[in-house]
């Protein structure tokens, strides 16, 4: 049967089981068709880690045992299906001001990065490149840049492909106080990727404070956006996770949020739903670990559409002159 034939035999037999008109039914099985255009929802599986605090970049053992810990997880999240793994924010090295400090460790200044194992972290940075194309697991980890001298680094996380290669890399850029004055350079621009039909955008530090980074991202049709952080000034600050359920709600997307697992005891990496609802975090222990959901795009989803027509003036029209300082009526 030809495609318009079967599209004929739908309506006559819509009409014979409704008893309406050729004409009505024709007009449900257009409306229905339309429906079915729909497109097929993508999904993947999505590994967060926790991972462990290195923050002294002079020290090889550690920078080391940073990249061991890290390809660990990767295997983990690779042995648990997932397709894509999520790092914290200077998964490699989050070096410390006060140990970065010309005039530290007592007074905080400028960084000197001369004392950066640069040779080492370039060393682990392509074992973890490696590992990613033997396992064919995309990752995602935060680590210092460094740029040509006399500029001083920017504070990134690099996405690796399944394949090994470097495909792109998203620079901090709302720093924090003592990042911009003494450590490092601002990014300047968001950054989005797509695995398998799901698209990621990137956010990095502090940002979560910042509500206009995660609308863009709603703006550039982002389904997921990879949050990393150190953590906030304590272990027990839960305000960056609180955001993060927060920016997942309101622009309704998956937000991977991953952080130094130091935090783990009370705001442990996890991956919130668009409903700003946990769907799965590591456990609340401050151990290295994972925890892995499978996401998806959601193409059906009403909320978003709903909230950007709502975003471009449809409530001018309503709106009524009614000043409640002069209402002569009595309400009360």
């Given amino acids: 049967m030809t495609k318009n034939g079967t599209f004929k035999h739908r309506v006559r037999a819509r009409a014979a089981k409704t008893g309406e008109s050729y004409t009505a039914a024709l007009a449900h099985v257009r409306r229905s068709s339309r429906h079915d255009l729909t497109p097929e929802a993508k999904s993947l599986r999505l590994a967060v880690a ?3 605090l290195c923050d002294d970049p002079r020290d090889i053992a550690a920078l080391r045992a940073s990249g061991l810990e890290m390809r660990r997880l990767m295997r983990q999240a690779h042995q648990a299906g997932a397709r894509i793994v999520h790092f914290p924010e200077g998964a490699t090295c989050s070096p410390n001001k006060r140990i970065m400090s010309v005039s530290g460790p007592e007074e905080v200044g400028p960084s ?3 004392r950066f194992e640069w040779a080492v972290l370039r060393e682990e940075l392509n074992a973890a490149r490696t ?3 033997e396992l064919g697991l995309w990752t995602v980890f935060g680590s210092v840049h460094q740029l040509t001298q006399p500029h001083r680094p920017h504070n990134s996380l690099y996405i690796v492909s399944d394949r090994g290669e470097l495909v792109t890399r998203y620079d901090e850029r709302m720093l924090s106080n003592t990042k911009i004055s003494f450590m490092y350079t601002p990014g300047s621009i968001p950054v989005t990727f797509e695995v398998d039909g799901v698209r990621f955008g990137c956010a990095l530090g502090m940002e979560t404070h910042f509500p206009e980074i995660f609308i863009e991202y709603e ?3 982002v389904d997921c956006v990879l949050f990393s952080t ?4 304590s272990p027990n600050d839960l305000s960056f996770a609180s955001e993060a359920q927060g920016h997942a709600a309101s622009n309704s997307y998956w937000i991977s949020f991953s952080v130094l697992a ?3 005891m009370t705001a442990p990496s996890g991956i919130v739903a668009p ?4 769907a799965a975090q590591c456990a609340a222990d401050g151990i290295p670990s994972i925890a892995v959901v499978d ?3 959601n193409p059906g989803d009403l909320a978003r559409p709903w909230r950007r027509t709502a975003r471009t003036g449809i409530y001018e029209s309503h709106l009524v002159d009614d000043d409640p300082r002069s209402d002569s009526r009595d309400i009360f």
């Fill in 131 to 133: 590992l990613a194309r």
């Fill in 230 to 233: 150190t953590g906030g000034a």
């Fill in 112 to 114: 000197d990065w001369g």
């Fill in 50 to 52: 926790q991972s462990s």
């Fill in 219 to 221: 703006r550039l049709d």
């Fill in 275 to 278: 409903g700003g609802q946990w």
């Fill in 295 to 297: 996401i998806n795009n």
């Fill in 262 to 264: 130091r935090h783990g």
